[in-house]
């Protein structure tokens, strides 16, 4: 156990160098790049597609604590998550997160 | 102006950048950290290493890949790799801001230090905003602004992770829950253009379908294909109607 909190750590740390080579070099190369050009619109289309491809990922096929609910439950929490934002709160997003949760909770509780 | 009025005036700058930050910005981020502290907590990993992603990775989406890959056990080199093409977005951000922080003439060094704070909320509040402002304000309202929300996100992240963990287990789950609903509410309402929308669809579609075969790879080759269709379908789609246009 304590190996693989080490590796967590050094983990960690290289991610968290990793990420900020790609902010000093945006202040290094600032006067001599165009942010609008097209490598960095399909490398933004990229990014969103990862972070969406992980976050369909998590609810349909969940590793860890979420393992433990089923699809119905994460796909009713999602839904009202998304009314409470689009349809009651005009885009609250601490309301429709917390909305989420808590239709989670009462799922969880009605199963038990 | 001397010395002592420009002192005065830079902090100003920053109780305003600070002032402005602790409230809806702060909140927002304080959502999306707690749920994420939760999920780590949920998922085994330790608290020192996920408070300290908050203050060196600085992005939620490279924080939830590195600990949702750490562990399905993905290698760490494919994990650091996918990490950083998460991460590319901030090199065309940050040479966006510079300018507007540069007219000012700093040393060099405050740039690389301000860069560290930069994130999409820190990012989006203050490009619009210092147009308007005197140059030598820019650095300290943006340290006072970008600070604050990392000083809550940090804490959040270790309340999140203890207050999941302390929950009893029903609540504990709900919380964790909320990390992904944070994902995504914020990426389906930001998503206005329609290459967003693309991406994001696209992204949604392949995730899951790579996981099933190749889940370690999968967030990485997920958003490449999905990211590199939705590009496609868009140029060509753009294209298309410029011809059309043009006729």
């Known amino acids: ?112 | 102006m001397n010395a002592a009025a420009e002192g005065s005036g830079r902090r100003a700058a920053l109780r305003d950048g600070v002032l402005a930050a602790a409230g809806v910005p702060a909140l927002v981020l304080i959502t999306g950290y707690l749920g994420f502290g939760a999920l780590a907590a949920g998922n085994g990993l330790s608290l020192p290493g996920t408070v300290l992603s908050t203050l060196l990775l600085w992005a939620l989406p490279g924080q939830l890949i590195l600990v949702e890959m750490h562990t399905l056990g993905a290698p760490f080199a494919l994990v650091l790799l996918t990490v950083m093409f998460s991460a590319v977005r901030f090199l065309p951000m940050t040479v966006v801001l510079m300018p507007l922080l540069r007219e000012a003439r700093e040393r060099p060094l405050h740039y690389y230090a301000a860069a560290q704070f930069l994130s999409m909320s820190g990012w989006a509040w203050t490009m619009t905003r210092f147009p308007d402002m005197a140059p030598e304000r820019r650095l300290p309202y943006f340290l006072g602004f970008a600070g604050t929300l990392m000083l809550a996100a940090t804490l959040a992240t270790a309340a999140g992770f203890v207050g999941g963990d302390l929950l009893p287990k029903l609540a504990k789950l709900a919380m964790v829950f909320m990390s992904p609903m944070y994902f995504l509410l914020l990426m389906t309402g930001e998503a206005r253009q329609l290459m967003a929308r693309l991406s994001l669809l696209c992204g949604a579609v392949a995730g899951p379908l790579l996981h099933l075969v190749a889940p370690h790879a999968s967030v990485l080759a997920g958003g490449l294909i999905g990211g590199t269709v939705a590009y496609g379908v868009h140029r060509a789609w753009r294209n298309r109607s410029a011809r059309l246009g043009a006729r």
């Open chain 1, 1 to 112: 156990m304590s190996e693989l909190v080490n590796e967590y750590l050094l983990l960690t740390l290289a991610c968290g160098a990793g990420t900020y080579l790609w902010r000093g070099l945006g202040v290094a190369v600032s006067s001599r790049i165009r942010p609008e050009s097209e490598l960095f619109a399909w490398v933004g289309c990229v990014a969103f597609a990862m972070i969406a491809g992980l976050i369909s990922r998590i609810l349909f096929l969940p590793s860890g604590a979420l393992e433990v609910t089923s699809l119905w439950q994460r796909l009713l929490g999602a839904a009202a998550a998304l009314a409470v934002y689009y349809l009651i709160s005009r885009r609250n997003l601490f309301a429709g997160v917390l909305a989420g949760g808590a239709a989670m909770y009462a799922l969880l509780l009605l199963q038990h």
